[in-house]
């Protein structure tokens, strides 16, 4: 799977936004970190290939990924009831020292 099909687009939310200013010193049981990004990915794409795939697009210092797959919402259109798409989430957390900007 390519890099570009794996991260399919960043998801800029207010939490989002929030989390991605936040930084967090070096304590004694913790490195120091940066932001964390969301981004909506493959849903068959591992951690390491989200890892990787942020590093390569964005060029920063990747500590970890979490990933969430989301149900969809049931819709109605007109008279039928409809499901929207399920997906994955991936929060990827960056090092102290790199940032995306996405905003």
Sequence with gaps: MDIYHIVRRPLVTEKGTHQAQQSYP???SRRARGGSYTFE???EASKPQ????VEK???VK???VRT??????PRRVRFKIGKTADWK???VVLDANS???LF
């Design 68 to 73: 969430a797959n989301r149900k969809g919402k």
């Design 50 to 53: 989200i890892k990787q795939a």
């Design 62 to 64: 990747v500590l970890s």
């Design 99 to 101: 940032h995306i900007d």
């Design 41 to 43: 990915v493959h849903p």
């Design 89 to 91: 989430k991936a929060v």
């Design 26 to 28: 070096e304590t004694q």
């Design 57 to 59: 697009i964005y060029r």
